[in-house]
């Protein structure tokens, strides 16, 4: 095997990795903190893992000293859409639908490519290829039917409210990531990727303290039982900035089209472990669906 092939492969296994951890979160883990405030979680989810940065990337702040003013617009961007909106966008919708349709809501995240390369041509000027409309709107019509089946939108309970109000957040958090993968990439154009993970979560940190205290959120603190904290420190350590140091890593080293393949893993991961863990699976419409979606958001990246 070449040094370029073990560099590749290298780089697909971090990848997948980082995809199965991220199904794992989405499924298992987030979802039993449901008894918290979206808030408090979303704040507590980035004030340990950058906490837990500061004993080992403390020398990240130096860079703070060179930061030019769009730096810091860049990076309260990143923060905002990604760290703040995004997070609390899943998170909600997690927690919405209470151990039902997890999957579904996990794989609505996939949709996250269609706004990051609309953003992009937006933001950045980079060129849609001609197929994109074609698949986006595939993926697009593919998501509704991962969500209601052959079935109209309908509100007769209010399971089946959660149901819509999660669907709607988990879109909202896929355009938030998109738009954050956007602003990252700009920010990478000057700092590496330990830089950008280190204030994205620094910055978040910050955004949400405020928040939780104008708001008198932290009174939660207070409500976190032993079990919550273990969660966190799992969440922490795992799949939240560890997953993304891992993916991060396994990104520098393979092109996008196999980082996509590779990430197939994460709506895979999911579906299998709602099953497992909470005895829930997709029926068969919504597998098609879903197939279809990540098949046309792969054929977005080619």
Do not use: C
Not at 16 to 33: C, E, H, K, M, Y
Not at 134 to 152: D, K, N, P, Q, R
């Amino acid at each position: 095997m070449t040094f370029e092939n073990k560099t590749i492969l290298k780089g697909s296994i971090a990848i997948s990795i980082s995809a199965i951890l991220w199904g794992f979160d989405g499924v298992v883990l987030t979802p039993r903190l449901y008894n918290l405030d979206v808030s408090y979680v979303v704040f507590m989810l980035h004030l340990i893992p950058f906490l837990l940065m500061n004993i080992f990337l403390f020398k990240q702040y130096k860079h703070f000293r060179i930061f030019v003013r769009q730096d810091y617009i860049t990076m309260i961007l990143i923060s905002t859409f990604g760290g703040v909106l995004g997070t609390i966008s899943i998170v909600q919708a997690l927690f919405l639908v209470n151990f039902q349709h997890l999957s579904v809501v996990v794989l609505l995240q996939k949709l996250q490519p269609i706004f990051a390369i609309l953003l992009a041509a937006i933001l950045l000027k980079e060129k849609i290829k001609k197929h994109f409309a074609i698949w986006a709107s595939i993926a697009i019509v593919a998501s509704y039917f991962l969500t209601f089946g052959f079935e109209l939108p309908k509100i007769q309970s209010a399971q089946d409210s959660n149901i819509m109000k999660a669907s709607l957040f988990a879109v909202l958090a896929a355009f938030s990531f998109g738009s954050s993968t956007v602003f990252s990439k700009r920010f990478l154009l000057q700092h590496n990727f330990i830089t950008a993970t280190f204030y994205r979560y620094g910055f978040t940190t910050l955004i949400m303290l405020v928040y939780v205290v104008i708001f008198g959120k932290y009174a939660y603190f207070q409500q976190t039982t032993s079990i919550n904290w273990l969660y966190f420190i799992i969440i922490s350590l795992t799949t939240g900035s560890g997953a993304i140091f891992i993916y991060y890593y396994g990104l520098r080293r393979v092109k996008a089209i196999v980082a996509t393949i590779s990430e197939l893993l994460f709506p895979i991961s999911a579906i299998f472990f709602d099953y497992i863990f909470n005895d829930s699976l997709l029926s068969p419409v919504q597998l098609i669906s879903a197939a279809i979606m990540v098949f046309a958001i792969i054929r977005l990246n080619s």
